[in-house]
């Protein structure tokens, strides 16, 4: 009784086990019979994905996903979210990936999965030109702004000293209003991906911002992808490493960074 009872709950283990692989395996084919992905994003994290003037979304992310879909034969939707909730925007169903300079962190990597890394990046700190600060240390008592749910708050909160010694850290719904405040002095400095400061908004204006020399660690960017969307996820991989190796990725980056930070 007890062996009949072992294989019973055995088979029903490895039914299950083989229900859950088959689900996943279906993600992909569910994506090509949709003929599109959605991308959720922050429409304001240029130069990776953002708006231009005349309102068109723009960017590193938005044409590397445009040209990804094309290699698998489907059409591309991008949609704005809140990327405070951008992970519940993914489980529940209203996008199917997060393509916008995602950092890979253990956090994230409890609750979805990432490609493998496609660039690196680090955590900066940005100033006023004209600011006397010049090292981590000279932010003691001062105020420093990031964007809520952005890796920047871990890159901050993971140097506890550097924490404490502050006088306040103000969130923000966006970098971009967080490093207006700096620039108009409600801020002494910000936290923010290299990608997004350096390569955006000190371009744009280098007589405004810079950056100090240390920094709050290296990251890497990956589009992430719901647990159960394997067979998806295996595909976006697959193109992403053809997209490398013809050097397609790298000219993306030259057009938008000026030189190939692709991994």
């Not at 994506?31 to 130069?47: Q, R």
């Amino acid at each position: 009784m007890k062996r009949k009872m072992f294989f019973v709950l055995s088979l029903s283990l490895l039914m299950f086990l083989s229900f859950t692989v088959m689900a996943a395996d279906n993600s992909l084919e569910r994506i090509k019979e949709k003929g599109k992905f959605v991308v959720g994003l922050d429409d304001t994290f240029a130069p990776m994905g953002f708006r231009d003037e005349e309102g068109n979304l723009v960017g590193f992310d938005i044409d590397l996903a445009r040209l990804v879909a094309e290699r698998m034969g489907v059409e591309v939707e991008f949609k704005p979210v809140d990327w405070d909730g951008v992970i519940l925007s993914l489980k529940s169903g209203l996008i199917d990936v997060i393509w916008n300079g995602l950092t890979i962190t253990e956090e994230r990597a409890r609750q979805i999965n990432f490609t493998e890394p496609y660039m690196n990046n680090r955590q900066v700190i940005v100033v006023r030109m004209n600011s006397d600060i010049q090292t981590k240390q000279d932010l003691a008592g001062k105020v420093v702004g990031l964007q809520m749910g952005s890796s920047s708050v871990n890159a901050l909160y993971s140097d506890p000293e550097l924490v404490e010694s502050l006088k306040d850290i103000r969130q923000y719904a966006t970098n971009a209003e967080a490093l207006m405040d700096l620039q108009i002095g409600r801020l002494d400095a910000v936290v923010v991906d290299e990608m997004h400061g350096r390569y955006y908004y000190i371009s744009k204006k280098p007589d405004v911002y810079r950056v100090l020399d240390e920094e709050l660690g290296w990251e890497q960017y990956g589009v992430g992808v719901r647990k159960e969307d394997e067979s998806f996820l295996a595909e976006l991989n697959r193109v992403l490493d053809e997209l490398k190796a013809d050097g397609s990725a790298a000219e993306l980056s030259v057009k938008w960074f000026g030189e190939n930070v692709v991994n």
